[in-house]
């Protein structure tokens, strides 16, 4: 179910769902498939890498500041961009495992349409 909030009207939409995707309907047409694999490992290594960058970043605030550097805006601008290429490149190089297990879900929900 979805409610949406009182500026868009405050609808409650009910929400079908299919192993985790939401259900396609009647109405949709054929020019609507299943994305192709290549997209679909895309998007994965791309929520895998959005995932590894909260982590770092969690795991960054709970070291106690301090050290032999100082802390400025500029330290924390390049920390925060090398957390987000050490994130691409672990994703890329298989990660966690979360890519691969949201890819085979996706597969499955798709193939069972």
Known sequence: MIILPPS???EILPQ??????PARN???TASQQAPNDETLRAVATSFEAL???QLL???RSSVPQG?????TPARRLLEEMR??????????????????I???????????E
């Open 8 to 10: 868009f009207g405050g």
């Open 16 to 21: 079908r769902t299919t192993g985790g995707v």
């Open 26 to 28: 009647a109405s949709q």
């Open 51 to 53: 995932f590894l960058r």
């Open 57 to 59: 970043s969690v795991m």
């Open 67 to 71: 050290g032999l550097f100082e802390e």
């Open 83 to 100: 957390d987000d290429q050490l994130a691409e490149e672990m994703a890329s190089a298989g990660g966690i495992g979360l890519a691969k």
């Open 102 to 112: 949201l890819l085979e879900e996706w597969r499955r929900a798709y193939n069972d």
